[in-house]
């Protein structure tokens, strides 16, 4: 037998069972005449078959193999091969002597079926062995493996397979010859009959537990399937949940980045209006400086206008006096022109006053003044033309009085001339007044509508000023939103890309697949069992199925070392029993073959009952007949009637086992996915724990997060309001000008070789260290220091001066030279520069003034 190796894991691991030597137990050989083929044994290491079983193993074993074994083992001593191999060696059946007719009945020896071959070094293997046989056919190793399954608990006292084991011995017997009857073998053979028919419904009662226990199985299997499909919906809600969730994240983004294109959007609305507004501004003061200039302009040509008619009145009072009485009516009608002219100025000088009220709107003024150009023009040229007849009058005066007439007569005719230029003048003047006051309402109204367009100007920016500081603060709150959006994603992404279960970058597998245009639903599993051969998780559930069967394996372990021994010591019984009736056995030979008529008309109606498992074994009873025939050939003595009575028994075994082993079979496959659906279950639960898990540490991130903005906005208003405490009021600060009120001899050079404003640019510290300093070094308390600090200015600039003046001058009158008082300076500043201690300063001064003062004392004695 095999034992179970250290571990099931071990096993689950290799596909393969290793011998241990201890628990090596008797060994039985497989012929080739057995019609089983397990595939799931091969030589040296047993490979487990999904489908293996250890209670099908062991019914064969203890069936048919178990008879086959002894019949080789009866052959053998009576001489019929040389060794085991021969046994299943093709040439063997043809070179194998018959000799048992040769051999003497007292020299053959029964062997026990358990006794062991001699063993060839300590190496132990699990199968059957076919070592060669070339000199050494005795130095056999025979062995066979136990499977690992579960065994179904066997209740019966003695090996099913002990009839077959009689009816080979019988046959055996029937060969020898020997026709001897007895009593003993006839009980033998009733007592045969009792447990074949005990072990049929042994049989029948273990195929009815098997089915239950299958039922049962199913029934688990279904409950399993329903608790998966409850499982499959959990899933499926946790899926649409997280669905939800990403879709949640995804439109806060696209929130976020509506939030900012509007902010941009609103921005560039904001710089478009001011930019409209600093035009409107740029124009309105380009209008007014227009206005402005053309006021100015308008002004120098009414004062040039005036001036030159005043400078035609003066030419037109001498002309008028050089021409005397025939002026007379002239200057009449000058005086009128200037009256005329007056109320024009006055009008002029009202229309400049209008025209001052109403600067935007001088600009249609251009005309009139070109009017008015063309007037002057128009006044010049007849001052020219009239000038050139005054000389000419007056030479012809000063000629001749002849020329008196005519004068007069050129006198009528300028005086016409004269009075048709003033009527016209007048005409114009008074047209150029209409069109005036008509262009002077023009402009008013376009001085009104101005004014309103300003008037509507002004407001539309307040409204804009308003929208502005409106969408500054809807711009804040929207930046401010971004700003937690921003810093909550990056954190959810240092978060995945983090995060690792058992060593394994999960977090960078879900942003990969995140950053996918198609998401797979289960992409991470293909890509953990791709790339890291991972298809599960274990559970503890796991470990504990397999310490539960490690101690199921260690439970059957120890029932099949006693069901090992009991079979043992069973076989040896029989052995014993047989080897002490072999005599008389041999001569009821003949009796039994009618009793094993008999019995096998019982087998038939035994057979008739199994029918319905023969229809699944069609191939295998066809090797079972080639085997069958194989056997019919070696064993030239054995009768028709008793072997196809041996094929029956052989078929009912190998029928029953090949339907047990199938009904295993299926039970395995059935728990395998069972195991499976198991192992699905788990997954799909834990990945929807971690799932959950991750969200709620997600939600617990998020919370932290927000209660970490909230302490950094009351830590940064909390700074804000040190920093103003710090700062101070900055209209207190001193600069030149406060300070000049303060200081009356204060002056700008002064101010700035004192280099004041160096101060503004020291930090706290410097500034704090700087009055310390002060307190320190003049030993005044800080509450006395603003009093202080004129007192030491005061010393500073007129006592110490004072005094060092006058101990100058006697030092000086006294020893002829200064008082040194740089270099004692010095020596004092460095004796504070080694002890930093301002008391324990020697200062050179006064060893200098104790010297003079003695020696001014001591001339003044005499």
């Given amino acids: 037998m095999l034992a179970v190796g250290n571990s099931f894991d071990e096993i689950r691991s290799s596909g393969k069972i290793p011998l241990s030597l201890s628990e090596e137990k008797f060994d039985y050989t497989e012929s080739e005449f057995d019609e089983n083929d397990d595939s799931a044994v091969s030589e040296g290491h047993i490979k487990l078959d999904k489908s293996f079983n250890f209670r099908g193993f062991m019914d064969m074993l203890t069936g048919k193999q178990k008879a086959f074994e002894l019949a080789h083992q009866l052959d053998v001593k009576r001489g019929v091969s040389s060794g085991m191999d021969e046994l299943v060696s093709p040439d063997a059946l043809t070179e194998q002597p018959s000799n048992d007719e040769k051999a003497p009945v007292g020299a053959i020896r029964r062997v026990p079926s358990g006794a062991r071959h001699a063993t060839v070094g300590p190496t132990l293997e699990a199968t059957p062995v076919r070592q060669t046989t070339q000199g050494r056919g005795s130095d056999l190793l025979l062995m066979q493996s ?66 239950n226990r299958q039922l049962k199985k199913d029934g688990e299997i279904s409950q399993l399937n329903r608790t998966l499909n409850d499982k499959d919906m959990q899933l499926a809600e946790l899926k649409k949940q997280l669905e939800s969730k990403t879709g949640e994240v995804i439109s806060q983004e696209l929130k976020a980045a509506n939030a900012h294109q509007r902010a941009k959007t609103l921005e560039n609305e904001l710089e478009q209006q001011k930019n409209k507004v600093r035009v409107l501004e740029k124009a309105m003061e380009t209008t007014a400086m227009e206005v402005e200039a053309e006021r100015t302009r308008l002004n120098k040509d009414l004062e040039q206008v005036t001036l030159e008619y005043k400078k035609y009145k003066v030419e037109t009072g001498l002309r008028s006096n050089e021409t005397s009485n025939t002026l007379q009516q002239i200057k009449g009608k000058n005086k009128i022109l200037k009256d005329d002219l007056e109320k024009k100025t006055n009008e002029v000088n009202e229309l400049r006053d209008n025209i001052s009220t109403k600067e935007k709107e001088v600009s249609n003024l251009k005309n009139l003044l070109a009017d008015l150009k063309v007037l002057v023009n128009e006044l010049r040229a007849d001052k020219s033309t009239v000038d050139v007849q005054l000389d000419i009058q007056k030479k012809e005066l000063e000629a001749a009085s002849s020329k008196l007439n005519s004068l007069r007569v050129e006198f009528d005719q300028l005086k016409n001339e004269k009075d048709t230029e003033i009527n016209t003048l007048k005409a ?38 308003v929208q502005l500081k409106r ?28 995060a690792k279960w058992f060593e394994i970058p999960v977090g960078t597998i879900l942003l990969d697949l995140f950053k996918k245009q198609r998401r797979p639903a289960n992409g991470y599993k293909t890509i953990l069992s791709e790339k890291y051969e991972i298809v599960g998780f274990r559970l503890t559930s796991d470990d504990e199925l397999l310490n539960n069967l490690r101690q199921k394996v260690g439970s059957l372990e120890n029932s099949n070392n006693l069901l090992q021994e009991e079979l043992e010591s069973k076989i040896k019984n029989t052995q014993e029993m047989f080897g002490s009736q072999e005599a008389s056995m041999k001569n009821d030979i003949i009796k039994l073959s009618e009793d094993l008529k008999a019995r096998s008309a019982m087998i038939d109606k035994l057979q008739s009952v199994i029918d319905s498992l023969q229809k699944d074994a069609a191939a295998l009873l066809k090797e079972k007949d080639e085997s069958v025939n194989k056997n019919i050939e070696l064993s030239q003595h054995i009768a028709q009637l008793q072997e196809d009575q041996l094929q029956r028994d052989n078929t009912t075994f190998l029928e029953l086992c090949q339907k047990n082993q199938e009904i295993l079979q299926y039970n395995h496959e059935m728990m395998e996915k069972m195991h499976v659906m198991e192992a699905e279950l788990r997954s799909v639960v834990k990945a929807s724990n971690d799932l959950q898990f991750s969200i709620s540490e997600k939600e617990a991130v998020l919370k932290e997060k927000q209660q970490i903005i909230t302490d950094l906005q009351m830590n940064i208003n909390q700074l804000r309001k040190n920093l103003e405490k710090l700062k101070g009021n900055p209209a207190d600060m001193i600069s030149f000008e406060s300070a000049q009120r303060i200081y009356h001899n204060l002056d700008r050079k002064m101010y700035n070789t004192l280099m004041v404003d160096q101060v503004n640019q020291l930090d706290l510290v410097e500034l704090q260290n700087v009055v310390k300093n002060i307190i320190l070094l003049l030993e005044t308390p800080f509450s006395k220091l603003s009093k202080k600090m004129p007192l030491v200015s005061i010393y500073l600039r007129y006592e110490k001066s004072l005094c060092f003046h006058f101990a100058n001058k006697l030092h000086f009158q006294v020893y002829q030279e200064p008082i040194d008082i740089k270099k004692f300076t010095n020596d004092a500043y460095s004796q504070y520069l080694e002890r930093h201690d301002i008391t324990k300063i020697k200062h050179p001064l006064e060893i200098c003034l104790e010297k003079l003062y003695d020696e001014v004392r001591s001339r003044l004695k005499y």
């Fill in 428 to 465: 114009d003047i008074e047209n150029n007044w209409k069109k005036k006051q008509v262009r002077l309402e023009e402009v008013e109204a376009k001085c009104n509508d101005l004014t309103a367009l300003l008037q509507k100007s002004y407001e539309t920016n307040k409204e804009l000023s």
């Fill in 146 to 211: 136990t499977p690992l399954a579960k065994p179904a608990t066997l209740s019966r006292t003695q090996p099913k397979d002990l009839l077959r084991e009689k009816l080979i011995e019988n046959h055996h017997r029937k060969a020898s010859g020997n026709s001897v009857g007895s009593g003993q073998a006839q009980r033998d053979m009733v007592q045969e009959q009792k447990d074949l028919r005990e072990e049929m419904s042994r049989l029948q009662e273990e195929l009815a537990a098997l089915e």
């Fill in 471 to 498: 969408k500054d603060t809807e711009i804040g709150k929207i930046n401010d939103q971004l700003k937690r959006t921003t810093v909550e994603k990056d954190s959810l992404r240092d978060f995945l890309e983090k």
